[in-house]
């Protein structure tokens, strides 16, 4: 009588999720918890830890251990000594020659070759230094679109056979009814890192243009932990509410007369399914993924164009009752069970 074979250990590295909640580190948690609850998968977090405080000294230090030290060889000692099969890096970050066990890496995007100015001074130099070798030393590369996907054909042509898309999921948490904010106006609402790949200065910009023909929407604006915030003016229409808890996002989401993403460059565009999931309608810059990402279910823009990124988010106010149905159902599609099952079928190919 054989012995039944024994689950795939996987180490997942999750230590990018002390050092913010933004859509990687959601991602992050999210492919985790479907990878655990699959029964042919034994999942190994590796890199936990408590999150040190926002912008501290803790904060800057742990950022530098992690890319001196646990990505370069720590993590990988970590995952042999716990007898991983593979392991799997959710960022370019990780060791920098082959060894065992075997690793995937995930790429997002290629902003910092594509867009090095809109990136940190250390993470557009250490990342430029060594991606390259992360990338060489993988056995297999995740990209999580197919824009992406082109991206690292350019940029490492040798490497295309190792690239496979598979495209993030969206959990349907978004999609649980919730109570309204307290926001008794109207608002269009962006979420995102405050950096200045967001391009948030042009959309303040459109939304200024919107207030002075008679728009009653303010802008809601969504995120923590960024670099380089640009100052943005105060006005009594505009709300930066920094960092929420999911519960508050997603009743932002479900409320909003809008979601707006006005993006420079985006390798997936995860807020573009989380308001999908909430059944807001979406209005999305035209270049990187979100095209990819939205299909015919927002309506899409120029983002450099502030007169064209107004006109966007009116259009989608105007079809909302359109937009919100297509959207609904991309959403659907986009399961999270979906991608950790081909997320597995690349690790039994590195075994």
Do not use: C
């Amino acid at each position: 009588m054989s012995t039944p074979a024994r689950p795939l250990r996987v180490a997942l590295d999750v230590s990018a999720t002390r050092l913010g909640q933004a859509g990687v580190a959601r991602t992050i948690v999210q492919l985790a918890d479907a990878l655990a609850a699959h029964p042919d998968v034994d999942l190994l977090r590796l890199g936990l830890g408590t999150p040190p405080r926002s912008a501290s000294a803790a904060r800057r230090a742990l950022a530098l251990r992690l890319d001196l030290e646990w990505y370069p060889r720590g993590v990988r000692r970590e995952a042999a000594a716990r007898g991983a099969d593979v392991l799997h890096l959710p960022l370019p970050r990780g060791p920098l020659s082959p060894g065992l066990p075997p690793t995937i890496i995930t790429v997002h995007d290629l902003a910092v070759v594509r867009y090095p100015e809109t990136l940190s001074v250390w993470n557009r130099h250490y990342t430029l230094r060594t991606l390259q070798r992360v990338l060489a030393a993988a056995g297999a590369i995740i990209a999580v679109s197919e824009d992406t996907a082109a991206d690292l054909a350019a940029f490492a042509p040798a490497l295309t056979d190792r690239v496979h898309v598979i495209t993030n999921g969206v959990d349907t948490f978004w999609s649980v009814p919730a109570e309204a904010p307290d926001f008794a106006a109207p608002y269009v609402l962006a979420v995102g890192t405050p950096e200045p790949r967001k391009n948030i200065v042009r959309l303040v910009e459109a939304m200024q243009r919107r207030q002075t023909v008679g728009a009653s929407e303010q802008l809601v604006l969504v995120g923590a932990d960024g670099w380089g915030a640009d100052q943005l003016p105060s006005v009594p229409w505009l709300h930066r509410l920094g960092r929420v808890d999911d519960r508050s996002l997603r009743s932002l989401y479900q409320h909003a007369a809008a979601v707006v993403i006005p993006s420079l460059h985006e390798g997936s565009g995860l807020p573009v399914l989380e308001a999908f999931a909430a059944g807001a309608p979406v209005a999305a810059a035209n270049v990187g993924a979100l095209p990819e990402t939205a299909g015919d279910a927002a309506i899409l823009f120029d983002p450099l164009d502030v007169r064209a990124l107004a006109t966007g988010i009116d259009q989608a106010i105007a079809e909302r009752d359109r937009l919100v149905p297509l959207g609904r159902a991309r959403a659907l599609a986009a399961t999270w069970s979906v991608a950790a099952e081909r997320y597995i079928a690349v690790y039994h190919s590195l075994r």
